[in-house]
């Protein structure tokens, strides 16, 4: 059974859904995915929350770097999206620099990581469509 309110849960509903875009024709990059499987396997020895605070500026600066070279920014409200700090600046600089941003809520009554699957693959469809209506 999925907690659908833990990190574990969220970084997997996450890699669904960059997994989904990839495969629909898009390219995906997300700090969730990317990032945090550096930072797992990473042989240094910090604590997790020591990591953070060494790490948390060369990510963003990482973030923004590849922001500033996109079409457009996705963001998925999961379960506790608006407390990262990393995810409110990213939103902050597309708006700064003017790139659209896509947002995407956590749909109601999802319960499986199938069903997210298809949430996704709609919402992956949904944004090719904005993006081809944008470049008419």
Aim: proline residues 4%; charged residues 25%.
């Amino acid at each position: 059974e999925c907690d659908w309110s833990s990190d574990v849960c969220s970084s997997d509903l996450v890699g669904i859904f960059v997994e989904v875009l990839l495969l629909s024709g898009l390219f995906a990059y997300s700090p969730v995915v990317h990032g945090h499987a550096i930072q797992e396997n990473s042989p240094r020895k910090y604590s997790h929350l020591e990591r953070i605070d060494i790490e948390k500026e060369i990510w963003l600066s990482n973030a923004m770097q590849l922001l500033a070279r996109c079409d457009f920014m996705v963001t998925l409200e999961l379960p506790g999206w608006e407390l990262s700090y990393g995810l409110q600046k990213e939103r902050e600089y597309v708006q700064h620099i003017g790139i659209p941003e896509f947002i995407i809520r956590f749909p109601e009554g999802i319960h499986s990581k199938e069903e997210w699957l298809t949430a996704c693959k709609f919402q992956a469809e949904a944004i090719k469509n904005a993006i081809l209506l944008r470049s008419v």
